[in-house]
């Protein structure tokens, strides 16, 4: 899960297999939560959201899943491919305003 | 692909040098933003327009300033460049009232 330490957490699992990232947010009044993916040397690409009215979206093999009660984020990847070996991390909005604030993500790697 | 381009990619300079780095979007969206990245945090937001002439700090503006003087271009300026502003500096925009942010590709700065 995510972790504001020196070391991002990582998660390796088997091509073919389901993943699962989890986030903690801090702030109970944000509303908005966006996922997304970053793979080296490059920007973060946005993945999915999901607003606090909703508590599942689904995507092209992307869920994600959110828990108001205890301020938690996660996103499944189904069918984990090599291709989304990249670091994932979420992302909190309040009140559709102006700034984000995320969290230090978890690095996915996909064994072939 | 967000229609963000930042240039120079990547960039070496001495501490106490003037550093410049740009931001151009090619969609007219009227808010952008810059956030730098490090190993153990989140990326943090800087500085963030949501105009022309129209800015606001963030978590991390002291030693930085931007200014936009047209819509597509949102410039960061590092007056005095230190060693902790070695960094990753990303550019985003956001596309509308209740959407993510899109990033650019980053600027790697290094200050000596």
């Known amino acids: 899960g995510e972790s504001v330490g020196l070391h991002l957490p990582t998660l390796s699992v088997q091509e073919g297999d389901n993943s699962i990232i989890n986030c903690a947010y801090s702030n109970s009044a944000s509303d908005y939560f966006i996922w997304y993916k970053q793979e080296s040397g490059k920007g973060p690409q946005f993945i999915i959201d999901?607003?606090?009215?909703?508590d599942k979206r689904q995507g092209q093999r992307v869920t994600v899943l959110l828990n108001k009660t205890v301020k938690h984020l996660s996103l499944q990847i189904a069918a984990t491919q090599p291709g989304d070996s990249a670091v994932y991390f979420c992302?909190?909005?309040?009140?559709?305003?102006?700034?984000?604030?995320f969290g230090t993500g978890t690095s996915l790697t996909v064994i072939p | 692909d967000a229609g963000i381009t930042q240039s120079p990619r990547h960039k070496v300079t001495e501490t106490g040098t003037p550093v410049t780095l740009r931001c151009h979007q090619t969609e007219n969206h009227r808010y952008m933003y810059w956030y730098r990245q490090d190993p153990g945090h989140g990326l943090r937001l800087i500085h963030y327009?949501?105009?022309?002439?129209?800015?606001d700090k963030g978590e991390v503006s002291d030693g930085y300033s931007v200014s936009r003087s047209k819509t597509e271009d949102f410039l960061l300026t590092l007056e005095s460049a230190t060693s902790s502003q070695t960094s990753v500096y990303f550019c985003?925009?956001?596309?509308?009232?209740?959407?993510?942010?899109?990033f650019g590709n980053g600027t790697r700065l290094t200050v000596t």
């Open positions: 992302a909190e909005n309040l009140n559709t305003g102006n700034q984000f604030y």
């Open positions: 327009s949501y105009g022309v002439k129209d800015t």
């Open positions: 985003a925009i956001k596309k509308g009232a209740n959407s993510p942010l899109h």
């Open positions: 999901i607003r606090s009215n909703m």
